[in-house]
C-alpha cells in the first residue's frame, strides 16, 4: 500500500515520501505527516534474529513506499556501516534497573547519527527519483549535535551542500571543535549571535521565503533540511525503539506482548515522536516518558495542556535540549486534534504571534500515553556521579536528564514495568561536565587531559570521533547575525 503525505498545515497532499524528504518542510510552513501510521504485519517474534539493517528496512519500506527494495537497501547498507563502532549499531546496557539504550555508537557519538548516517542517501536517491537537476543545499540549525552529524553525513556527497547554523555560545567545546574541523568543500559552518531557537526560526524563515526558492532555482539550487522536521530523520528514528523492544525479548528481559516503558531526553521532540510512532504501529510501549533539563515547557505543556515559550531561556550542561520551540510536536498537535489542518495551523499561529497556546480538554485527554518529567542541573550531575558509583556505568548529562526523570517518575507512580532510557550521547561528548559531575578534581584539567581521564574513570576507550578532532585544523570560523543568516547562505553558495 502506498503510503503518501500531508502538510500539518493542509497546504500541501499527496505528496510521495521522497517528494517529502526533498523538501524537508512543507511549503505551508508544516510538517510532513504519513497519511496515516502504518501498522507492523505479523508476529514481531519473527524478526527477533533480525540485525539492525533487516529490521531496519522492514520499518522503512512501510513509510517510504515508492523507494524500490533495491534502493531502500542500498541506503541502509551504506548507512549502518563501519561508520559505527559495534556491529549492533544499538547496544543496550543494563545498570541498576533499566536499559540504556545506546544511540551514539555512530560516526559523531550522538544520536543524531542514527537518522543522518542515512538522510543523505535517501535524499540523493530521492533527487534520482524524481530527476531534480539542482544541487541540494541542506540548511540546518543545530543545538550542537545535529550539526555534526549532519556535516559528517554530506560531506562530500556529490550534488550536495550543507550549512550548518549553531548558537556560537550555546554548544560544548567539542560539540564546537567537531564543527568547525569539519572538511569538504561542501560544507560551511556559520556560528550565530542568538540562541537554538534563533537559529532555527532564521533556517524556517529562509525556508518560507518564496523569493528566495525562485532566485536559488534559477541558480540551480534548492533547499531542503537535515533537522528532525524532515520524515526522512523521523522514520529512521523509529527503527531502534522496535529493534530494542526486539533485542528485550530476545535476551528474554520479556516476552511478547510484554509493555515496556520508554524515557526519553527531549528537544525538539523527534526522538520521542519516533517513539509514538513505534508505538502506534504496534510496538508494545506503554508510557512514553518525556525528560526535559530547566528549559522544561514541555514539561509544562503536559502538566497543563498549555504550551508557553514565554520564558527565559536557560543554557545548561545538556545543551541539546536547550529548546523552547520543539518543532515536532506539531505532528503530535495535528494527530491529537483530529488531522485536522485548520485547528492545527491555529494552534501554530497562535505559538508563533504570542508564544503560547492551550489544547483542548478532549486533546488533552489523548495525552494520557504521556508523561512529563524535568531534572534541575544539580539532580542531573548528582545522578551521574551515583549511577557511576553504583555501577561503574558512565552515562552523558542528556541521558542523566532522562534517569533523573525515570527516578521521580518510578517514586510517584510505584510503576515496575521495564524500562528503556534513550542514552542519546557519549558521555565523551560532554567531558567536563560529566567529570565535574562525579568529581570537582578533575576541573582544572584542559579538555583533552579530561578525555583521557574520563577514559579511565569510565573504563571506555576514547571514540574515534574524539581522537579525529585533537589535532585538525579549524576550517570554519564563521560568526554572523542571527538577521544575517541569508546573505551567508548567499556568500557560500557565491550567488
Ligand atoms: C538532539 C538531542 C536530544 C534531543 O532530541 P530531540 O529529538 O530533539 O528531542 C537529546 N540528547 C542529545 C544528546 C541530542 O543530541
Known amino acids: 500500500m502506498a503510503i503518501l503525505y500531508s502538510s500539518t498545515r493542509g497546504g500541501e497532499s499527496g505528496v510521495t515520501a521522497s517528494q517529502a524528504i526533498l523538501k524537508g518542510l ?28 533487516q529490521v531496519a528496512y522492514e520499518i522503512m519500506k512501510l513509510y517510504f513506499s515508492d523507494f524500490t527494495q533495491e534502493e531502500l537497501m542500498n541506503c541502509i547498507n551504506n548507512a549502518y556501516d563501519e561508520k559505527f563502532d559495534t556491529t549492533e549499531i544499538v547496544p543496550m546496557v543494563e545498570a541498576d534497573g533499566v536499559y540504556y539504550l ?79 574541523t569539519q572538511e569538504g568543500d561542501n560544507t560551511h559552518v556559520v556560528g550565530i549571535h542568538g540562541n537554538f531557537d534563533d537559529a ?30 524532515n520524515i526522512g530523520r523521523l522514520v529512521p528514528q523509529i527503527v531502534y525503539y522496535v529493534y ?24 525538539n521532540f523527534g526522538n520521542i515522536l519516533a517513539a509514538y510512532y513505534a508505538k502506534n504501529m504496534g510496538v508494545p510501549i506503554e508510557q512514553l516518558i518525556c525528560a526535559s533539563n530547566d528549559n522544561k515547557v514541555l514539561y509544562d505543556f ?53 508564544g503560547v497556546y492551550s489544547i483542548t480538554e478532549d486533546m488533552k485527554k489523548q495525552l494520557e500515553e504521556y508523561s512529563g518529567g524535568f531534572a534541575s542541573e544539580k539532580e542531573t550531575a548528582k545522578k551521574i556521579k551515583a549511577l557511576y558509583e553504583k555501577t561503574g556505568y558512565v552515562i552523558d548529562t542528556h541521558t542523566a536528564v532522562a534517569a533523573v526523570v525515570y527516578d521521580k517518575y518510578l517514586e510517584k507512580t510505584g510503576d515496575k514495568t521495564p524500562t528503556v532510557i534513550a542514552s542519546t550521547a557519549s558521555p565523551f561528548k560532554f567531558g567536563r561536565s560529566v567529570l ?48 544575517e543568516m541569508v546573505e551567508e547562505v548567499k556568500r557560500f553558495l557565491q550567488i
Open 102 to 180: 545506546e544511540l551514539f555508537h555512530g560516526a559523531t557519538i550522538a544520536f543524531k547519527d542514527m537518522a543522518l548516517s542515512i538522510l543523505p542517501h535517501l535524499m540523493t536517491t530521492s533527487a534520482k527519483k524524481n530527476n531534480i537537476k539542482n544541487d541540494i543545499v541542506i540548511l540546518t540549525a543545530t543545538s550542537g549535535d545535529t550539526g555534526k552529524a549532519a556535516l559528517a553525513g554530506f560531506a562530500k556527497v556529490e550534488g550536495t551542500k550543507i550549512i550548518v547554523f549553531y548558537p556560537k555560545n550555546g554548544v560544548s567545546p567539542i560539540q564546537e571543535k567537531q564543527m568547525v
Open 302 to 354: 503536559f502538566e497543563t495542556g498549555c504550551y508557553d515559550k514565554n520564558r527565559e531561556f536557560m543554557l545548561t550542561s545538556s545543551p541539546s535540549m536547550d529548546i523552547l520551540i520543539s518543532s515536532n510536536l506539531e505532528r503530535l498537535i495535528y494527530r491529537i486534534c483530529g488531522n485536522d489542518p485548520v485547528k492545527n495551523r491555529e494552534f501554530m499561529e497562535s505559538l508563533k504571534n504570542t
Open 200 to 229: 532555527q526560526t532564521g533556517v524556517k524563515n529562509i525556508f518560507n521565503d518564496k523569493e528566495l526558492a525562485a532566485y536559488l532555482e534559477e541558480k540551480g539550487y534548492q533547499f531542503s533540511s537535515a533537522n528532525s522536521i
Open 244 to 267: 530494542a523492544y526486539l533485542n528485550l525479548m530476545k535476551e528474554e528481559r520479556i516476552s511478547l506482548g510484554d509493555k515496556i516503558n520508554v524515557v526519553v531526553p527531549t528537544g
Open 436 to 483: 565535574n559531575a562525579i568529581d570537582s578534581k578533575y576541573d582544572s584539567l584542559d579538555d583533552m587531559e579530561q578525555i583521557e581521564e574520563l577514559s579511565k574513570v569510565a573504563n571506555v576507550a576514547i571514540p574515534n570521533a574524539i581522537e579525529e578532532i585533537k589535532n585538525a585544523p579549524i576550517r570554519h570560523n564563521f560568526v554572523c547575525a542571527k538577521e
Open 26 to 53: 512543507a511549503c505551508d510552513g508544516g510538517l510532513f505527516v504519513p497519511n496515516e501510521i502504518p501498522v507492523i504485519q505479523g508476529n514481531l517474534a519473527d524478526w527477533k534474529d533480525y540485525s539492525y539493517q
